[in-house]
């Protein structure tokens, strides 16, 4: 079935070194892909976007990585902050004949240890 | 500007009753978004509206069931509740659906349904 997963669960790091999160997804027709961040007690907020035809897209502190050719997206924070704990999404957009919807994964909780 | 909000913020229910969960949207946006979100599970998308209608659903049986009203807010309706529905739900919303799936979700708090 469609599925956009993770290959670690859990990434614990060390307060000021940077932090990279990977995911895998199985769309290869998807144009856009997301990175969400949720909070705990909160909704998943939007970090970063990148278009499929883009590999490398930064915003501030943060970096995606896209390599269509193995189907996998990377979210790079640099200088982690204890505000960066969270669990971390990634996020396809799927448009076909049925229609548009977002794909999650299961999800990265990042754990910052001061 | 006020974001996506969402009520109840917890409902407790027994198996067999029925849920209404409700969600008002971004003003100015008009498609809402329905996801289940299971204790330690990502996000399993569940229905999208948009102008009034429902666009599409996800892999949920039919006593999943929302709608949408004039104002773009939207209701989600689940009925003869199982142990399983317990989650946290998550409404969001966008501006007008873009072909190209350039839509970024703006996502309310959730309401955490729980099922006895």
């Known amino acids: 079935g469609e599925s956009v997963g993770l290959h670690l669960p859990t990434l614990s790091v060390q307060e000021g070194d940077n932090s990279i999160i990977n995911c895998a997804y199985s769309n290869s027709a998807s144009d856009y892909f997301i990175w969400y961040k949720q909070e705990s007690g909160k909704g998943p907020q939007f970090i970063i976007d990148i278009r499929s035809n883009m590999d490398k897209r930064q915003g501030q502190r943060v970096t995606v990585l896209l390599n269509k050719t193995v189907k996998h997206l990377s979210l790079q924070i640099a200088a982690t902050q204890p505000g960066d704990s969270a669990v971390y999404f990634c996020a396809e957009n799927v448009v076909n004949t049925g229609g548009f919807k977002t794909i999650f994964g299961a999800g990265t909780r990042l754990f910052v240890k001061a | 500007e006020a974001g996506v909000t969402q009520s109840p913020t917890h409902l407790i229910k027994t198996r067999g009753q029925q849920a209404t969960l409700r969600c008002s949207p971004i003003?100015?946006?008009?498609?809402v978004y329905w996801y289940q979100q299971a204790l330690g599970l990502g996000l399993q998308f569940l229905l999208w509206y948009d102008e009034g209608e429902e666009r599409n659903r996800g892999n949920f049986p039919p006593r999943f069931s929302g709608r949408q009203f004039p104002n773009y807010s939207s209701e989600l309706n689940v009925n003869a509740l199982e142990l399983e529905d317990s989650a946290l739900y998550l409404c969001a919303s966008s501006k007008t659906y873009r072909v190209s799936g350039a839509n970024v979700l703006t996502f309310g708090a959730g309401s955490r349904l729980t099922v006895l």
């Open positions: 003003s100015g946006h008009t498609s």
